[in-house]
């Protein structure tokens, strides 16, 4: 049985038992909103990591996009950001190599990671067509369902598939005339595909086919948006909901046949439509877990894309989106190196606990009250312990020191809760 299986019986499993301790909220009410698909536990049964939740009352979770390409193909490096991704407190991590020995790097990983692992499997399929006759097209549905069994079997935990991507939505696609037709890379190889062989994506075609690999292995499955808005002109238009719509209705058929779905979300999005668009989703997917890129609230901020990420994760996080994809730096410029994956991964993070003191998740202010207490106290150590990167706090205390050590060198004799505290208590 699957955990929804599980979930509808009221079986309450130790694996729920462990992530309803770790999320601090009632184990019966974690399997119902499994059952129910609000919920999902993400832990592929070859791989042995904690489960982790992603849904419903849930805190905000956090995922990080590594991988090679063949521009740059360096396998130590991967590992090297893996381990940066642990220490910062990612919750999960995607590979999306593209060149090398993909099977290796993802095995890897997967080995070596202790939190969850997703892969996008279009890509290693249509690499592996490329390399036997040079075109996309001549990729066949076995292959791709082949691969797509190979990274289940090898304990991938959750995995992207573009099963939107319909004729209808090709047709869709003509008549609106967008100004980035398609910025998805999983979207634009199918879109090929179906194109030049005249036929229907069999992700969609063949989804019972899909979801009997799910089953097998209880495999997440993160329904793509393979037609989300590159830009902000595109967003919220009739392509994106169009696919949305295919989406909330392939979500319904797997829960029925007991495999857990997240439903993935632009993209480039206005400020102001950003609650829009999770108030859209969760009403038309009927409440399933929401993963959102970013969204970037504006196409120019290249080379800061983590800041206007962030601040559309925040905005989507307190309106009810569950998993974020963060951004880092050299988002639409290059592969990220060791800080950028750093710098991504926090900015992503300070947006999630941001959503979830706005979204009252339990436990989630403990943290922002101790440092308080600390501030409080001019208790740099205590302080220190509460930040999101100490190291770099440590830094910049040493790189222009206070004349006094309790203080900071803004202030310096001159802070502001030395002084009402001498005042007020008369020190």
């Keep these: 049985m699957t955990r929804i299986d599980y979930a509808k019986k009221g079986i309450i499993t130790d694996e729920m038992e462990k992530v309803a301790i770790i999320e601090k909220v009632p184990p019966e009410k974690l399997a119902s909103d499994i ?3 609000l919920s999902v536990i993400t832990r592929n049964n070859n791989h042995n990591i904690t489960p982790l ?19 740059r193909i360096a396998f130590d490096e991967e590992l090297n950001k893996l381990e940066v991704l642990v220490k910062y407190g990612a919750d999960a991590v995607m590979d999306l190599s593209t060149g090398g020995a993909i099977k290796d790097i993802r095995n890897a990983l997967i080995n070596k990671s202790p939190i969850a692992v997703g892969t996008v499997p279009i890509y290693e399929a249509v690499v592996r067509a490329v390399e036997q006759s040079n075109k996309i097209a001549k990729m066949t549905e076995d292959q791709l369902f082949n691969v797509i069994e190979e990274h289940a079997k090898d304990g991938v935990d959750f995995i992207t598939v573009h099963c939107g991507v319909t004729r209808r939505a090709l047709d869709r696609l003509k008549i609106e005339g967008r100004k980035l037709d398609v910025v998805s890379r999983g979207g634009a190889f199918l879109l ?6 005249d036929r ?7 989804y019972d086919r899909l979801l009997e690999i799910a089953k097998k292995y209880d495999l997440t ?7 989300r808005p590159g830009c902000l002109e595109d967003a919220t238009d009739r392509c994106q909901l169009e696919e949305l719509i295919t989406l909330s209705e392939l979500r319904d058929y797997a829960l029925n046949e007991g495999v857990q779905v997240i439903i993935e979300g632009p993209g480039h999005v206005p400020l102001n439509q950003v609650e829009l668009n999770i108030k859209l989703q969760k009403e038309i997917c009927k409440g399933a877990p929401f993963y959102v890129l970013g969204p ?12 206007a990420a962030a601040i559309g994760g925040a905005i989507a996080g307190a309106a009810g989106a569950d998993f974020l994809c963060y951004v880092t730096p050299s988002e639409h410029i290059r592969l990220p190196d060791l800080e950028d994956v750093k710098e991504g991964l926090i ?5 999630a606990h941001a959503a979830d003191i706005a979204k009252a998740i339990p436990g989630a202010l403990e943290k922002d009250k101790q440092m308080t207490i600390y501030r409080k106290n001019l208790d740099w150590e205590g302080q220190i312990s509460m930040s999101f990167n100490p190291e770099k706090i440590r830094t910049l205390r040493k790189q222009i020191p206070p004349s006094i050590d309790e203080v900071c060198s803004m ?14 208590h008369r020190k």
Aim: aromatic fraction near 6%; charge should be negative.
């Design 221 to 227: 499955l993160s329904l793509g948006d393979g037609l």
């Design 296 to 307: 970037l609230v504006t196409d120019i901020a290249i080379g800061y894309d983590h800041i």
């Design 35 to 37: 059952a129910k698909g």
């Design 200 to 206: 229907e994506n069999p992700l969609y075609e063949q």
């Design 347 to 351: 900015a992503s993070k300070i947006a």
């Design 192 to 197: 090929e595909w179906m194109i030049l062989n």
């Design 411 to 424: 202030c310096g004799e001159f802070c502001a809760i030395k002084t009402v505290e001498r005042v007020l």
């Design 53 to 71: 939740g992603i849904g419903s009352g849930l805190r905000t979770k956090i995922n990080a996009n590594i991988g090679t390409s063949k521009d």
